[in-house]
């Protein structure tokens, strides 16, 4: 079977509608006399992409059969045989999705004639609307073409024609998508998956002759076949050139010159009167000295730079910085910092020491994505880079940060197009300053492709129910919907900004902070801690860091909410047997975030409040808790191993149910670890209890 990408949302999935009229009922016997398809492209149906044909059968057609389709022998007899045009209609089809109504029928046909025409047709995953729908609308009373078309109020003007038919099933299948998405259904594999366990339908398909196939989560793309793993384990700071060169707009082209050959750089950052960056290259400069002599021959370097300077972060992979390299057509970036100030370049030069190819793209296709459609195409492509990644035996937490970076670039894009849409809807744009922060894992770099929405929004001022905030509640909304429509779900905690309790303003985040450190249980703070793991991901990322520095101040300064935080931490228990076996579900898994993951991660984050270190990861908590001599090393680093052992084996466990079409969760089949697997796990719960045992109050 051809490669494709399984993990593709439905909203960005390329897809080919298609619909028969046959000789008969009969799979095993009739004939085509008619074929159409039409394309989709996620929830848009692309009618310049159509194909119809009319088939000559080679066998009489029943006047039973001409009396539902009109079609009769005279119609069709100058028209080509299936074998003439088997060509044209599998080059149409491709490798895009396949979507009808009773596919399986179709599918039967089609399969039988290509293989009587000798032409060897592989078929792509199918979708079937009347399967998807028992699932999307299960109290219908009838699942036929017309009883859908009815329901979502469509009206198909050419009943029993190949092509009204397709396209009224495509806008059938259109309207399902956000039916499907209320139920955990968002990619083609989870479609597939979904349409094979309902079992009826599902057995009567196959009677037809129609097998769901199973695929993996690699893309069809030829670029992203093969992988190198060193631009997803090194971040930009790791190369750059550092610190950057700056020098006026003013100084003459010559000096530029000569502090280029100086310091043996390849480009220069100018600044003009206003203070705005931009760059010069050596290329520029050899340029400018060119024209010498002549009359529009450029005085200073100001003249001979570009701007804007194009940028990248400091804490980017190293993929990124090339992905957007690649896109731009350029060979020099800025690199920034948090605050946006520039502390290097990065060139080329900086990037010889890895060998990757174009499967790099994958950062700069989020940040410039035009729509939702072609967002969730680089959503898709999320799980194939861990799949690339952890085939090369990458640690499962490089591998979790760069799932944590891209999503971060998800709703940092997500965020961009929801102030694009309030300003299409008259809304204007932002009304003051603002940042958009992702919470929890997200924050931490500690994310897995199960991840759903953790957000939180801080403006500059405004008042709870003010203009700042209902502008900011109204472009969260869209927000959340972007992000979910790409594959990233609603929190089922309503931890979303578009929630009221987690979008405020600087003083109010301020007041609600001093509210939290001011709880007595353990159970009024649900969620608060999360917090303390913020991280910015679009904005002005210094009212990010002012609450979030204020978070800290004043955790650190309240033993009592320290105390409470220690003991919903300590609230845990290994999920151990009686004889020291895992205990597991009916299912044979075991929820490992619960069970080993979030002791781990909520006590190094109580260690960091308590002992002021301001790292964000668990590792880096964990390891500047160790550097203050504070605690058992023996019991810090058993908990950092424990931390890597548990977080790769959900991550193996998503990555396969995600080529499944399974839901994705954090609970583990132990059964399929084997027993060295299995023995690890075991040793890395059982190191948990000497992390919870460091935060009690006699030994800190």
């Given at each position: ?389 952890a085939e090369e035996q990458v640690d499962a937490r490089t591998i979790c940060s760069v799932i944590s970076s891209e999503l971060g670039a998800l709703t940092a894009k997500a965020a961009s197009m929801a102030e694009a849409r309030m300003a299409e809807a008259g809304r204007g744009g932002p009304p003051v300053r603002y940042a958009v922060l992702i919470l929890g894992s997200g924050g931490r770099g500690e994310s897995l492709l199960a991840a759903d929405q953790d957000n939180a929004i801080v403006f500059e001022h405004g008042e709870p129910g003010g203009p700042e905030d209902v502008w900011f509640g109204e472009m969260a909304t869209h927000m959340a919907a972007i992000l979910d429509e790409v594959g990233v779900p609603l929190c089922k905690g309503g931890v979303m900004a578009k929630t009221p309790e987690w979008r405020h303003s600087v003083e109010g985040w301020k007041r609600v ?188």
């Amino acid at each position: 079977m051809r490669e494709v990408n399984l993990a593709t949302p439905l909203i960005a999935l390329e897809a080919v509608v298609l619909d028969t009229e046959t000789t008969g009922l009969d799979a095993r016997t009739a004939r085509i006399v008619q074929f159409a398809a039409v394309g989709v492209r996620g929830a848009a149906i692309e009618p310049e992409k159509s194909l119809i044909r009319l088939i000559n059968p080679q066998m009489p057609i029943p006047p039973a059969t001409t009396a539902v389709h009109g079609l009769s022998d005279a119609d069709v007899s100058g028209a080509p045989a299936f074998a003439a045009i088997a060509g044209e209609i599998a080059g149409f089809i491709g490798s895009s999705a396949i979507v009808g109504h009773n596919i399986g029928y179709d599918l039967a046909i089609l399969h039988r004639q290509f293989a009587a025409a000798g032409h060897d047709f592989v078929q792509p995953p199918a979708l079937d609307i009347r399967v998807l729908a028992r699932i999307g609308i299960p109290s219908l009373a009838q699942y036929t073409l017309d009883a859908l078309c009815e329901w979502f109020g469509v009206h198909n003007e050419k009943r029993h024609d190949a092509m009204g038919d397709a396209l009224a099933t495509a806008a059938v299948y259109v309207g399902l998508q956000p039916l499907l998405r209320e139920r955990n259904i968002r990619t083609l594999a989870e479609a597939v998956a979904a349409s094979s366990r309902s079992s009826d339908e599902d057995q009567r398909q196959l009677v037809a002759g129609w097998k769901p196939l199973e695929g993996d989560v690699r893309p069809a793309s030829p670029t992203l076949k093969r992988i190198d793993s060193f631009p997803y384990r090194h971040r930009v700071s790791d190369l750059m050139s550092a610190p950057a060169v700056v020098i006026e707009g003013r100084t003459p082209v010559r000096e530029a010159l000569g502090l280029v050959i100086e310091r043996r750089i390849s480009s220069i950052l100018v600044k003009d009167g206003n203070g705005e960056i931009g760059i010069a290259t050596e290329r520029d400069i050899l340029r400018a000295l060119h024209k010498e002599g002549s009359a529009d021959a450029p005085a200073t370097i100001g003249q001979v730079s570009s701007r804007p300077l194009q940028t990248v972060a400091a804490d980017d992979f190293v993929y990124r910085a090339i992905g957007r390299m690649d896109r731009l057509g350029i060979r020099h970036l800025g690199v920034v910092d948090h605050e946006g100030q520039v502390v290097g370049v990065v060139t080329p030069r900086n990037l010889l020491r890895q060998r990757a190819t174009t499967a790099i793209a994958l950062g700069d296709e989020i940040d410039s994505a035009s729509d939702v459609a072609t967002l969730g195409i680089a959503r898709g492509r999320l799980a194939f880079v861990a799949q690339s990644l952890a085939e090369e035996q990458v640690d499962a937490r490089t591998i979790c940060s760069v799932i944590s970076s891209e999503l971060g670039a998800l709703t940092a894009k997500a965020a961009s197009m929801a102030e694009a849409r309030m300003a299409e809807a008259g809304r204007g744009g932002p009304p003051v300053r603002y940042a958009v922060l992702i919470l929890g894992s997200g924050g931490r770099g500690e994310s897995l492709l199960a991840a759903d929405q953790d957000n939180a929004i801080v403006f500059e001022h405004g008042e709870p129910g003010g203009p700042e905030d209902v502008w900011f509640g109204e472009m969260a909304t869209h927000m959340a919907a972007i992000l979910d429509e790409v594959g990233v779900p609603l929190c089922k905690g309503g931890v979303m900004a578009k929630t009221p309790e987690w979008r405020h303003s600087v003083e109010g985040w301020k007041r609600v902070i001093d509210t939290w450190v001011g709880r007595s249980r353990p159970k009024d703070l649900l969620n608060v801690d999360i917090f303390y793991d913020a991280a910015p991901v679009h904005g002005d990322a210094a009212l990010a860091g002012e609450i979030r520095d204020y978070a800290f101040a004043a955790g650190h300064r309240s033993r009592s909410f320290q105390m409470l935080l220690t003991e919903l931490a300590r609230d845990w228990r290994a999920p151990f047997t009686l004889f020291g076996g895992i205990k597991v579900d009916e299912k044979g898994r075991v929820d490992l975030k619960k069970g080993g993951l979030m002791p781990i991660f909520t006590g190094a984050r109580v260690l960091a409040i308590r002992h002021d270190v301001r790292a964000t990861a668990t590792p880096a908590r964990l390891a500047g808790v160790r550097a203050l001599g504070i605690g058992s090393a023996e019991d810090l680093d058993a908990a950092d191993e424990a931390h890597r052992v548990i977080l790769g084996a959900i991550l193996d466990q998503q990555l396969r149910d995600t080529a499944a079409g399974l839901p994705l969760s954090n609970r583990v089949e132990v059964a399929r670890l084997g027993k060295e697997m299995q023995a690890e796990l075991k040793t890395a719960l059982g190191a948990i209890s000497g992390l919870t045992g460091l935060l009690s109050e006699g030994r800190m």
